[in-house]
């Protein structure tokens, strides 16, 4: 399998993954309550990437390089946190379904936005009518799984 095969691979797995953290984690807050829930959460993936990078590595030194970056590039983690307990209260109260459409609409909608205009660095992708047309269906297909 190729590098694009791989890939393919892993994105597929991360959103099967994604649908079990929601269950799982919303199941979780409802039982020791939703911060405590998103607290244990984040010491956890913390523990855990600190295990993957000193078994990957062999060392924790691109933690410092990390922060030796600019603190706004620091945002996408913190970005993590609020999509995590986003999730935990979300998906008890409308589902597993909805709050997937949901977060993937509005990341592939805010995804379209920072294309078009290159933010963060990324490069510039237009915005046919085409991508236009995508992002109302796919946005209006996760509003209707809001319908129970």
Known sequence: MGSTGAATTVALAAGIAGSVQIALLGLLGQR??????????FVLTAVAGIVILLVMRQSVAGLGSALREPAWLWLGGLAGVFVVT???VTGPR???????ALL????LVAATV???FGWFG??????GWERVVGL????AGALLTLRR
Request: hydrophobic letters at 60%; a negative charge; zero cysteines.
């Open 122 to 127: 990324v490069e510039r992708v237009p915005i």
């Open 104 to 107: 993937i609409a509005g990341q």
């Open 94 to 100: 409308i589902g597993i379904v909805a709050t997937s």
């Open 32 to 41: 020791v309550g939703e911060l405590e829930t998103a607290a244990f959460a």
């Open 114 to 116: 920072i294309d078009r």
């Open 86 to 88: 986003a999730i935990i």
């Open 136 to 139: 109302g269906l796919l946005v």
